[in-house]
């Protein structure tokens, strides 16, 4: 299957001497053996980081669920949400972080607020949606992965959901949800791989997040988003190597290596594609 891939791609987009020989094997050890297992470090730091962020934070938000009047307590919650990602009185986990929201949820499992003005979470059932947050309402925290409607897409925004339980004298009194979106945790992948090689000469690098038959991913350059293993790729090879594999492809006279990789603490049908092309 994978062989068959490569050689399509070559007939549709190399005309030239590009697959003539050559291949990547310098790039597909780098992906292998560095990036990939580095991938599962920056993900694991991710989510550890955020897990403590949140639990410090829903219990600092903890007391506006009882002492704020009924009136004010949606400004006030909004508020306190601005302040736990600002610089000088934020949560240093939380302060820069991928997270494309956070929600304060009631004990009802009905949104409170979010961090933003106008807030289109505002009353959304996320303890009735996600199961998630159901359970941080009854003083479990966790993670999953969570679809939310986009507002100019037909396709949901999957999101990796965290959601921590507030606690006021003992008792859990509401929760702190936060979503990070499986494009926005690309970009970090893709920039901190980036940086983390910035010092060698002409290296290229990116990733992608996939789940299941669906990449998610934003700003790749359009060319190299065609040269992804498609679905039934990714299948084939996994089914081979659960653990992971890689290959090659060329494309305008250069090659890459890349390497799929599963990320299971989301689940078994996640993971990300990393391609790596050496200077020439």
Same mark, same amino acid.
């Given at each position: 299957m994978r062989a068959l891939w490569h050689l399509a791609l070559c007939g549709l987009l190399l005309p030239s001497l590009a697959c003539g020989g050559g291949g990547a094997p310098k790039a597909r050890a780098a992906v292998r053996n560095e990036h990939g297992p580095r991938v599962q470090t920056i993900v694991l730091d991710i989510l550890n980081r955020h897990d403590s962020g949140l639990r410090q934070a829903a219990d600092r938000i903890?007391?506006?669920? #009882?002492r704020a009047e009924p009136? @004010?307590? +949606?400004?006030?919650?909004?508020?306190v949400l601005k302040l736990i990602r600002s610089p000088k009185r934020g949560v240093p986990e939380l302060v820069i972080s991928p997270m494309?929201?956070?929600?304060?949820?009631?004990?009802?499992?009905?949104?409170?607020?979010?961090?933003?003005d106008p807030d289109p979470m505002k009353g959304m059932d996320l303890g009735g949606q996600f199961p998630v947050v159901a359970d941080a309402l009854k003083g479990k925290q966790g993670m999953s992965i969570g679809e939310f409607k986009a507002k100019d897409s037909d396709k949901p925004s999957v999101t990796v959901l965290m959601a921590a339980p507030a606690h006021y004298r003992g008792e859990v009194v509401g929760a702190l949800?936060?979503?990070?979106?499986?494009?926005?945790?690309?970009? #970090?992948?893709?920039?901190?791989? @980036?940086? +983390?090689?910035?010092?060698?000469?002409?290296?290229?690098?990116?990733?992608?997040?996939y789940r299941g038959s669906e990449l998610h991913h934003h700003g790749t350059p359009p060319d190299l988003d065609k040269l992804v293993p498609d679905f039934a790729a990714r299948q084939a090879?996994?089914?081979k190597s659960p653990g992971g594999f890689t290959g090659e492809v060329a494309q305008y006279a250069y090659w890459y290596g890349y390497g799929v990789r599963p990320l299971r603490v989301f689940g078994p049908d996640i993971g990300v594609v990393l391609f790596r092309m050496e200077p020439q």
């Open positions: 903890a007391a506006g669920f #009882v009136t @004010q307590q +949606e400004a006030e919650m909004r508020q494309s929201f956070i929600a304060v949820v009631g004990k009802d499992g009905h949104c409170i607020a979010r961090d933003t949800v936060l979503g990070i979106p499986l494009w926005r945790l690309q970009q #970090v992948l893709t920039k901190q791989l @980036q940086m +983390e090689l910035s010092g060698k000469d002409s290296v290229v690098i990116w990733a992608y997040v090879g996994l089914a």
